[in-house]
């Protein structure tokens, strides 16, 4: 089976420029997370969405950012205008609640950079 | 208090070395625990969920003291191929709703 799908894996922008990263959770996984990491912050919680619905969206760090998830098999994350400090890897996983616990698989990262 | 700490490390083993590495969490209603491996450059992976009377997969033992809310992991025999940082992660609720939280993860390196 896949797993979670990003992309793109890795994006050099300029500041200023919007930046859209994509994601296909695992099929018939009904919980999706964006997540971030970074060396100083470690792995940080953006958003997460429990059968497209968007539930917490309070680490999303400003107006800058947001998130759609218009179907089940499909998650955007958008930054507009993008800054230096975005630079980062942002992890989409997904999870199907109620199944084998709770455990979450990670897609491989976007690695951005903002120049 | 941050929700999910754990020392940073890193910790340099040699070859064959036992290490352990805790963790402490701060919500007293965390009901599951894991602890995840993430390889440099990759994403973070299963390593093993944590279960309250503890749990053994092959060299790693897991523990876990909810009176004292902390989580260990014991890597015996350690092997070149256990460097990595391993991320200590809880979940408020057993449901599967609610996100995990993670640790900001110990670095192992183990030096031949």
């Known amino acids: 089976d896949a797993g979670v799908i990003q992309s793109p894996r890795h994006e050099v922008t300029e500041m200023g420029q919007e930046v859209t990263l994509r994601c296909k959770p695992i099929?018939?996984?009904?919980?999706l997370f964006w997540y971030r990491q970074t060396m100083m912050r470690g792995l940080e919680l953006l958003i997460y969405?429990?059968?497209?619905?968007?539930?917490?969206d309070s680490g999303m760090p400003e107006d800058r950012f947001s998130a759609k998830m218009p179907n089940a098999s499909f998650s955007t994350l958008k930054i507009q205008p993008s800054e230096p400090r975005d630079s980062a890897v942002y992890f989409c996983?997904?999870?199907?609640?109620?199944?084998?616990?709770?455990?979450?698989?990670f897609g491989e990262g976007s690695w951005l950079t903002v120049v | 208090r941050k929700e999910v700490e754990q020392d940073p490390g890193p910790f340099n083993v040699p070859e064959g070395a036992t290490v352990a590495f805790n963790c402490t969490y701060s919500?007293?209603?965390?009901?599951?625990f894991f602890w995840y491996r993430q390889d440099c450059r990759k994403e973070p992976k299963l390593l093993m969920s944590?279960?309250?009377s503890g749990n053994e997969d092959g060299r790693f033992t897991a523990q876990l003291n909810r009176a004292s809310q902390y989580i260990s992991l014991l890597i015996r025999d350690s092997k070149l191929s256990d460097s990595a940082t391993y991320l200590c992660?809880?979940?408020?609720?057993?449901?599967?709703?609610?996100?995990?939280?993670f640790g900001k993860g110990t670095r192992l390196s183990v030096i031949a």
């Open positions: 944590v279960y309250s």
């Open positions: 992660v809880v979940n408020t609720q057993n449901s599967g709703n609610t996100p995990l939280v």
């Open positions: 919500n007293s209603a965390s009901q599951s």
């Open positions: 969405f429990n059968n497209n619905v968007p539930i917490d």
């Open positions: 996983a997904s999870r199907r609640t109620g199944l084998s616990g709770n455990t979450i698989y």
């Open positions: 099929s018939g996984h009904n919980s």
